[in-house]
């Protein structure tokens, strides 16, 4: 996310000076020094966040540490980590699209190792973990404990095939998101057909 930031404020900086330089006559003036100072901390940190947020030290966010700091962030991955730990098998498609799920509401990519290591706190939790749903989810309107939902049927379907554990699963989490179990199975069985179509 800092990556992310930092390419922002490095264009906004740069494009700043350039307006400056393009618009304001600063010739004789001190002032021409402090604008080309402007522009080279926009490049800079521009540069800076390019290397952090894609550069060979970057391994993406770390989950463990979103969990900690994000309500939001912290609902999505109890909910597709718990989804996907459901048939007993957390697979590299899973944490994908875990992955990808993130990416939808958080502009960071994560570290696939983390996820893994996250994966092993939210199942030494158990059953508590659908407490923390229902808690983190209560926060949430409509559409979004919706969008979680689906959210959970692309991880459930990332490996190829769902299992009924995993429907389970997601049905016990649309339920602490305040589905009933007939809303949680009527939207469970529409996001699948969804996804089959799309």
Same mark, same amino acid.
């Given at each position: 996310?800092?990556?992310?930031?930092?390419?922002?404020?490095?264009?906004?900086?740069?494009?700043?000076?350039?307006?400056?330089?393009?618009?304001?006559?600063?010739?004789?003036?001190?002032?021409?020094?402090?604008?080309?100072?402007?522009?080279?901390?926009?490049?800079?940190?521009?540069?800076?966040?390019?290397?952090?947020?894609?550069?060979?030290?970057?391994?993406?966010?770390?989950?463990?540490?979103?969990?900690?700091?994000?309500?939001?962030?912290?609902?999505?991955?109890?909910?597709?980590?718990?989804?996907?730990?459901?048939?007993?098998?957390?697979? @590299?498609?899973?944490?994908?699209?875990?992955?990808?799920?993130?990416?939808?509401?958080?502009?960071?990519?994560?570290?696939?190792?983390?996820?893994?290591?996250?994966?092993?706190?939210?199942?030494?939790?158990? @059953?508590?973990?659908?407490?923390?749903?229902?808690?983190?989810?209560?926060?949430?309107?409509?559409?979004?404990?919706?969008?979680?939902?689906?959210?959970?049927?692309?991880?459930?379907?990332?490996?190829?095939?769902?299992?009924?554990?995993?429907?389970?699963?997601?049905?016990?989490?649309?339920?602490?998101? @305040?589905?009933?179990?007939?809303?949680?199975?009527?939207?469970?069985?529409?996001?699948?057909?969804?996804?089959?179509?799309?």
């Amino acid at each position: 996310m800092q990556g992310i930031r930092n390419i922002f404020l490095g264009l906004v900086l740069t494009a700043a000076g350039a307006a400056i330089l393009a618009t304001v006559d600063l010739s004789g003036s001190v002032l021409i020094y402090a604008v080309w100072g402007l522009i080279a901390c926009g490049a800079i940190l521009f540069a800076g966040g390019l290397y952090r947020a894609m550069g060979p030290g970057s391994a993406g966010a770390n989950a463990e540490e979103m969990y900690k700091s994000d309500t939001i962030a912290r609902l999505l991955l109890q909910s597709t980590i718990e989804t996907a730990l459901a048939d007993g098998d957390l697979n @590299d498609k899973e944490v994908e699209m875990i992955s990808a799920a993130f990416m939808s509401v958080m502009p960071e990519r994560l570290d696939r190792q983390s996820v893994y290591r996250l994966a092993k706190l939210i199942e030494d939790k158990g @059953d508590e973990i659908l407490s923390d749903i229902h808690s983190e989810g209560r926060m949430l309107n409509l559409d979004d404990r919706k969008a979680v939902i689906g959210a959970c049927v692309k991880v459930a379907k990332a490996d190829g095939m769902i299992d009924v554990r995993e429907t389970a699963a997601m049905t016990a989490i649309a339920r602490r998101l @305040d589905f009933t179990e007939d809303e949680s199975q009527t939207l469970i069985a529409e996001l699948m057909g969804s996804e089959k179509q799309g």
